[in-house]
Nanobody
Framework: QVQLEELGGGLAQAGGSLNLSCASS????????MGWFRQALGKEREFVAA????????YYGDSVQGRFTISRDNSKNTAYLQMSRLTPEDTGIYYC???????????????????WGQGIQVTVSS
């Protein structure tokens, strides 16, 4: 079965950086879109970033534009999220997701993603 595993979360200070990775396995798809979402305590899930198969099409949420960078290594079936200039508002559980219906583009709506990781905690202290 399809599995997505997020790694790299933890604690960072405001202004610092953290890197997340998401490895997908258990599927035979050769090209697909991937996305990152996050959910803060008591808030709705929020779009963070998404990337198409080739890596040419990148999408970012307004709150992370210019601070976060999404990338992928298709040889490893892995997507990455580099987070910099972190603020306490970036605190939450970060989820990666895979959309096997898209190839070159990627969606920002969570309901477009059928497969999700378990999520990983990111905490930014002030």
């Amino acid at each position: 079965q399809v599995q997505l595993e997020e790694l790299g979360g933890g604690l960072a200070q405001a202004g610092g950086s953290l890197n997340l990775s998401c490895a997908s396995s258990g599927h035979g798809y050769s090209s697909y879109a991937m996305g990152w979402f996050r959910q803060a305590l008591g808030k709705e899930r929020e779009f963070v970033a998404a990337i198409g198969w080739t890596g040419d099409n990148l999408y970012y949420g307004d709150s992370v534009q210019g601070r976060f960078t999404i990338s992928r290594d298709n040889s490893k079936n892995t997507a990455y999220l580099q987070m910099s200039r972190l603020t306490p508002e970036d605190t939450g559980i970060y989820y990666c997701a895979a959309d096997f219906t898209r190839r070159y583009s990627a969606a920002s709506e969570s309901d477009q993603y059928a497969y999700w990781g378990q999520g990983i905690q990111v905490t930014v202290s002030s």
